[in-house]
């Protein structure tokens, strides 16, 4: 059974930083992309950054020069090191991993249970 597995999350004061981890199991195929989205109470989820398989990054502005992701194809992970939070950075983070599986570009999207991260002013 393939399973997104988060850890990392946490209570921090604003200012100060935390490290996500996502654990990709039960699989060895490259994604064509891996990142890791966020849902805030009463909110939509919304994406924090991906990475795709070549090692291209996108950031939300909001995150730009604050968050690093990171993606170890050897150890199968995606990590975000989050510098800098501030208290809108309180949010429940998801990882997320798709690929294309067919030439009609229908997709295999996986996502994590999420990791609280709870920012205090």
């Known amino acids: 059974q393939v399973q997104l597995v988060e850890s990392g999350g946490g209570l921090v004061q604003a200012g100060g930083s935390l490290k996500l981890s996502c654990v990709i199991s039960?699989?060895?195929?490259?994604?064509?992309?891996t990142g890791w989205y966020r849902q805030a109470p009463g909110k939509q989820r919304e994406l924090v950054a991906t990475?795709?398989?070549?090692?291209?990054?996108n950031y939300a502005d909001s995150v730009q020069g604050r968050f690093t992701i990171f993606r170890d194809h050897s150890k199968n992970t995606v990590d975000l090191q989050m510098n800098n939070l501030k208290p809108e950075d309180t949010a429940v983070y998801y990882c997320n991993a798709w690929t294309v599986v067919n030439v009609e570009g229908a997709k295999w999207e996986l996502w994590g249970q999420g990791t609280q991260v709870t920012v205090s002013s």
């Open positions: 990475v795709r398989s070549g090692g291209s990054t």
């Open positions: 039960g699989t060895t195929r490259r994604f064509d992309a």
